[in-house]
């Protein structure tokens, strides 16, 4: 016989119309029993919402943590490494001098090195991204923007930004032993190359790998051990 998914609750009696929240093993057994009196249209009629089932159960993957989570305390610095214009490069120079001076982790971000962190700064200010320039540097303090080059110099020269930063874990003293202070190394997976090799069951070839960024770089594991 054909058994019926039920919408009750397990805490409350019969009858209640509530939401079916995270679906059990068993009730994904129930629905997909397969009697000997049952036609192929009947068992695929009960395998399309447990597909569905199975995919409202969330994943540890969904919930990743967000680069500008207020719930860390810390420093992400993002800017440029291009000399192309003089003025946004020097801003961005001067910003890490006085970032470095207070001795204190700071997570840099270069965008001219890795296209996902561009991608990041846009979804940070969203809609002011797009309507007016963003100019590098840029710099956030457990995911609230303390601004650019001019509102860090002002803060640094008044002391306040050494009051803000209480509490950030201080720096390494030595470079990393693992990137030399770059931030980045080699895709292990690519070699740098950007293309991997996979074999399906109707041969083999390249594909993009999905490890690295533009440039066939990863993270440092050292230096940004949660990145990796």
Wanted: aromatic share 8%; glycine share 10%; net charge positive.
């Amino acid at each position: 016989m054909r058994r019926r998914w039920s919408n009750t609750s397990r805490s409350g009696g019969g009858g209640s119309s509530g939401k079916f929240s995270c679906p059990t093993l068993k009730d994904l057994e129930a629905l997909l029993h397969d009697d000997l009196a049952d036609s192929p249209c009947r068992v695929l009629h009960r395998a399309r919402p447990a597909v569905r089932a199975i995919r409202s159960i969330p994943s540890s993957s969904s919930f990743s943590a967000d680069p500008l989570d207020r719930r860390r305390r810390r420093i992400v610095l993002y800017f440029t490494s291009l000399g192309v214009v003089r003025r946004t490069f020097d801003d961005c120079r001067a910003v890490r001098s006085a970032l470095r001076s207070l001795r204190v982790a700071v997570d840099e971000r270069d965008v001219s090195v890795d296209a996902r962190f561009r991608a990041e700064l846009q979804a940070a200010f969203g809609r002011r991204f797009r309507q007016q320039h963003v100019a590098l540097p840029q710099v956030f303090l457990s995911g609230r923007c303390l601004g650019g080059a001019d509102e860090i110099r002002r803060l640094h020269e008044s002391g306040e930004l050494r009051a803000l930063v209480e509490g950030i874990p201080s720096a390494p003293t030595a470079p990393c032993g693992v990137c030399g202070g770059v931030r980045f190394v080699l895709c292990a997976t690519c070699s740098g190359s950007r293309k991997r090799w996979w074999w399906g069951s109707k041969g083999g070839g390249f594909r993009a790998c999905g490890e690295c960024n533009e440039n066939g770089l990863v993270r440092c594991p050292d230096c940004f051990p949660a990145a990796v």
